[in-house]
């Protein structure tokens, strides 16, 4: 179950990429003269979002089944002996 997460995770995360793409091919974005129609805007803004989410969620089953390396923490630094008076 949990590998089928992961795969339909990048899927999702993958899928509004091609919307986004498929956004500039349209022209509801150009580049060159620059110029946006407010559809095109808040279209990208909703679709990298989704990606963003679904790319993190990703990251986190990735990082969960031993994919990615956990970070870990650096050691504590041993702290000073308290002076006796």
């Known amino acids: ?6 795969v ?4 999702l995360a993958i899928l509004p990429l091609l919307g986004v793409a498929w956004i500039f091919v349209s022209g509801m974005i150009t580049l060159s003269p620059p110029s ?9 803004l ?7 989410t679904f790319a993190l969620n990703a990251y986190w089953e990735m990082r969960d089944q ?5 970070k870990t923490a650096a ?3 041993k702290a000073p002996a308290p002076k006796a008076s």
């Open 75 to 77: 050691p504590a630094a």
């Open 8 to 11: 339909l995770s990048l899927v």
């Open 66 to 70: 031993g994919i990615i390396k956990k």
């Open 46 to 52: 909703i679709l990298l979002a989704l990606s963003g």
């Open 36 to 44: 946006a129609t407010v559809d095109g805007l808040f279209m990208t």
């Open 1 to 6: 179950m949990r590998p089928m997460m992961l």
